[in-house]
Every structure is written in structure tokens, then in C-alpha cells.
T-cell receptor, first 114, second 111 residues
């Protein structure tokens, strides 16, 4: 029962460095998304995908890139990390509508940018 | 645009007491409403979901929520708190085009 798997769980970066947060799901879900969680702000949508080859921006997309080459994988790329990107990142997938279905979350990736 | 307001960032109850976590929403169309729970160092898990089938929704772990359209509320309740209920709880509202989460309420359960 893997569900949604995120790696790495923890990462420390220096300002300007790049990295990729990996996300994989084994439930054959069409819809996948990335959220960031900041204290007192709940979860905010960064990018989402409604299927392989299709991605779109969410509420806070600046500084992040995504791609969806397969149904299973949805990596999130930080091209030039900034301290404002220090956060906990969650990948989620859904087998029905992106907004109306139940979201299945990974365990999160805690990123610190120095 | 939709929005969610969770009243109270921290709620503390005694074990065995009633749990009441408040959620108010705004939406221009009939919404889908969700409650999620997050335990430390874990992702969010669905507690329950409202999709217009019934105004009182029962979820896992003894939680339930009532949709009140006139009050635009979807408060979460549990008759008797257990130590294992200590977690952060998030309310979310969505329609076909958008999903928004509340800021969360941290529930502490005192022995």
C-alpha cells in the first residue's frame, strides 16, 4: 500500500541552488497536485496536472516548475531556491475531479532554504 | 473566489469532553466540503466529505459535521475526545474549478 510517495523527506538548500522534489503514486490517479504548507496559511496549491502531458498553475506557482511525463510521476522543480520557499511541500493525487474528489497525500517534504 | 475561515487556531479540550471545530466558507455555487486531519510529520487524511447527499456527514474516528447552508458553516464535532485525536484539522471548500483550505486548527487533548 504505497499510495503517494515523496522524496526526500528533508532537504536543506542554499539560496540559488536548484533541486527536484519527487512524487510518485501507484493508484493510477489522473489528477496530481503540489501544495505548500506554511504556518497559519493552510495549504496553497502550487501546480497541478489533470493527466500525463497536462499541467497548469495553481495559486502560488512562481519559482516552481512541474512536468508530467507519466501517470505515476509528478516532480516539482525549484530552479533557484529562495528563503521564501522554506516550507513543507505535499504532493496529492485524486481519482476523480481535481477539486471534488478525495485527495490522497504524501507524507511531505520539509525544505529549508538558507 | 471561494474562501474558508476556521475560527480558532488552537483548541484545547479535556479527554472525554465535546470537540467542536468551527469552519465557515464562502462559495458562489453549491460547494463540496471536506475535513482533513494531519498527525505530526504526516500528510493529510480525509475525515469526511459533504457532497449534498445529506446535511449531517459521519466520518472516521467518531467525527461528524453538519452542513448549514443558512449559516455557511460546516463545523466538525465529536462527542467525546480521546488523546489520539490530538492533531491539526483542516477544513476545505471546493467546486469544479477551485479548492481552498482553511488555515487549520490545532486540537490539544488534556488528560
Amino acid at each position: 500500500n504505497a499510495g503517494v510517495t515523496q522524496t526526500p523527506k528533508f532537504q536543506v538548500l542554499k539560496t540559488g541552488q536548484s533541486m527536484t522534489l519527487q512524487c510518485a503514486q501507484d493508484m493510477n490517479h489522473e489528477y496530481m497536485s503540489w501544495y505548500r504548507q506554511d504556518p497559519g496559511m493552510g495549504l496553497r496549491l502550487i501546480h497541478y496536472s489533470v493527466g500525463a502531458g497536462i499541467t497548469d498553475q495553481g495559486e502560488v506557482p512562481n519559482g516552481y516548475n512541474v512536468s508530467r511525463s507519466t501517470t505515476e510521476d509528478f516532480p516539482l522543480r525549484l530552479l533557484s531556491a529562495a528563503p521564501s520557499q522554506t516550507s513543507v511541500y505535499f504532493c496529492a493525487s485524486s481519482h476523480r475531479g481535481l477539486n471534488t474528489g478525495e485527495l490522497f497525500f504524501g507524507e511531505g517534504s520539509r525544505l529549508t532554504v538558507l | 473566489a471561494q474562501s474558508v475561515t476556521q475560527l480558532g487556531s488552537h483548541v484545547s479540550v479535556s479527554e472525554g469532553a465535546l470537540v467542536l471545530l468551527r469552519c465557515n466558507y464562502s462559495s458562489s455555487v453549491p460547494p463540496y466540503l471536506f475535513w482533513y486531519v494531519q498527525y505530526p510529520n504526516q500528510g493529510l487524511q480525509l475525515l469526511l466529505k459533504y457532497t449534498s447527499a445529506a446535511t449531517l456527514v459521519k466520518g472516521i474516528n467518531g467525527f461528524e459535521a453538519e452542513f448549514k447552508k443558512s449559516e455557511t458553516s460546516f463545523h466538525l464535532t465529536k462527542p467525546s475526545a480521546h488523546m489520539s485525536d490530538a492533531a491539526e484539522y483542516f477544513c476545505a471548500v471546493s467546486d469544479r474549478y477551485d479548492r481552498r483550505f482553511g488555515a487549520g486548527t490545532r486540537l490539544t487533548v488534556k488528560p
